[in-house]
């Protein structure tokens, strides 16, 4: 297969592992065996797609991984306890028309079941989340592990005891019934957070599945806010709506990466907008205040800037200062530093960035590192600022984010 081609492939398998993995799970009860017979199938399709994709890419990776996935159950022999079970999940492998057949049948969406599933208390916070990245996000433990600011070995295990813990105590895989859903909702809204900021977090345009993973964290939100009338559900799809709005301005063919305050309003997308507007101004009236609402506070005042194009930094700074009340965390420090240094001056923005229990709790942070840098040049100390740059660069994965602080540290003073 050549380059275009592979590339091809890398973005539907991507857009469709979250679908395609969950429908696998939800009839074979297996995480394991539904994942490596997805990768089966994602290799099968390496060698016969060539240049010339199925009419319904999804379909055709859902019916060859369960057969994979059959296959694979055959030669264990005792993986399923009940033979009869065994008999129906291979019967359509005795209909010698049967792949044909599976491959133009629409994959069903068991995506928010799997949510939940992946999202039981039983399961550590953290477990939860890593498990619904990794199994409908379509992440690699390397990506969770960085959402996560931790090792990719750490993440693995965890992982690997979630998917342990789900089989052993038969967690069903459903929506749960309505007394149990405020119990799980903490961890699905944020599972569904970080898929939507993981593919948020690219600035490349030429990788659409990125793109998809907003698209797809949107969509589960929405039906997820239907289903359970809590704020914070709202709050968190009014934040997403509001971010995914300007995610075409935020680069350009010119300079690349366009900062917030360098936007262009008119590439901004006014449906999603007004949309994010219209459910924040309903969930704010009921005055039951929480942490995805005040994000959705602070994605509004991002786009309803100061009548001379200015964002509201002081009205951005309370934000932050309230967020951190609600949930500390060094981000959201990090946010809170950039914004007070934009509304009071960089030296106020210095003093908390520079606080070495922050510096050391973000010191593989990419952004932590070109905030300081930014920092640094606008007080002009070019040598201080090159030297964050410098990590800030080594750290990027985004290349249009480098390629934006590559131009930003050519333009500094040369050293004395």
């Known amino acids: 297969m050549d380059t275009p081609a592979r590339n091809a492939l890398e973005t539907i398998v991507r857009a469709e592992?979250?679908?395609?993995?969950?429908?696998?799970?939800?009839?074979?009860?297996?995480?394991?065996?539904?994942?490596?017979?997805?990768?089966?199938?994602?290799?099968?399709?390496?060698?016969?797609?060539?240049?010339?994709?199925?009419?319904?890419?999804?379909?055709?990776?859902?019916?060859v991984a369960k057969r994979r996935a059959i296959d694979r159950l055959r030669r264990m022999q005792t993986a399923?306890?009940?033979?009869?079970?065994?008999?129906?999940?291979?019967?359509?492998?005795?209909?010698?028309?049967?792949?044909?057949?599976?491959?133009?049948t629409p994959v069903p969406d068991y995506r928010l079941q799997l949510i939940f599933t992946c999202c039981h208390p039983a399961l550590a916070l953290p477990a939860r989340v890593a498990l619904t990245l990794r199994t409908l996000g379509g992440l690699t433990t390397e990506d969770i592990a960085r959402a996560f600011l931790t090792n990719e070995k750490t993440m693995a295990q965890r992982l690997v005891r979630a998917k342990r813990k789900i089989k052993a105590a038969g967690i069903p895989y459903a929506v749960p019934g309505a007394d149990d859903l405020v119990e799980r909702l903490g961890g699905v809204l944020a599972a569904l957070y970080l898929i939507f900021n993981e593919g948020y977090s690219s600035h490349d345009r030429t990788v659409p599945a990125r793109w998809a993973l907003c698209d797809d964290a949107i969509r589960l939100t929405r039906v997820l806010a239907s289903l359970v009338d809590d704020p914070e559900a709202t709050g968190l799809l009014s934040m997403m709506l509001l971010l995914n709005a300007r995610r075409d301005a935020r680069t350009d063919g010119a300079t690349g990466y366009v900062p917030l305050e360098a936007q262009d309003p008119n590439q901004w997308?006014?449906?999603?907008?007004?949309?994010?507007?219209?459910?924040?101004?309903?969930?704010?009236?009921?005055?039951?205040?929480?942490?995805?609402?005040?994000?959705?506070?602070?994605?509004?005042?991002?786009?309803?800037?100061?009548?001379?194009?200015?964002?509201?930094?002081?009205?951005?700074?309370?934000l932050y200062a309230a967020l951190e009340k609600m949930k500390p965390g060094p981000v959201v420090r990090l946010n809170l530093g950039v914004a007070i240094a934009a509304a009071y001056g960089v030296e106020e923005g210095l003093a908390i960035l520079n606080d070495p229990l922050l510096a050391t709790a973000l010191s593989d942070y990419q952004p932590y590192h070109a905030a300081v840098a930014d920092l640094w040049r606008r007080f002009e100390e070019p040598e201080k600022a090159r030297a964050a740059y410098d990590v800030a660069i080594a750290l990027s994965r985004d290349a249009v984010v480098r390629g934006f602080l590559e131009r930003r540290r050519a333009r500094l003073a040369p050293p004395q």
């Not at 394991?32 to 990776?61: F, R």
């Not at 306890?81 to 133009?104: K, R, Y």
Request: hydrophobic residues 45%.
């Open 17 to 63: 592992t979250g679908l395609v993995q969950a429908a696998l799970i939800k009839q074979f009860h297996d995480f394991d065996l539904a994942e490596d017979a997805y990768q089966d199938a994602v290799a099968e399709a390496l060698c016969q797609w060539g240049n010339v994709m199925p009419s319904n890419p999804g379909a055709w990776l859902m019916a």
């Open 80 to 104: 399923v306890a009940n033979q009869a079970e065994l008999e129906v999940l291979t019967a359509v492998d005795d209909n010698p028309h049967g792949a044909a057949d599976e491959a133009d």
């Open 269 to 318: 997308n006014r449906d999603d907008i007004a949309e994010g507007l219209d459910l924040l101004r309903g969930v704010s009236a009921r005055d039951q205040p929480g942490p995805y609402q005040t994000e959705a506070a602070i994605a509004a005042a991002q786009v309803e800037r100061l009548p001379n194009g200015v964002p509201d930094w002081m009205g951005l700074a309370a």
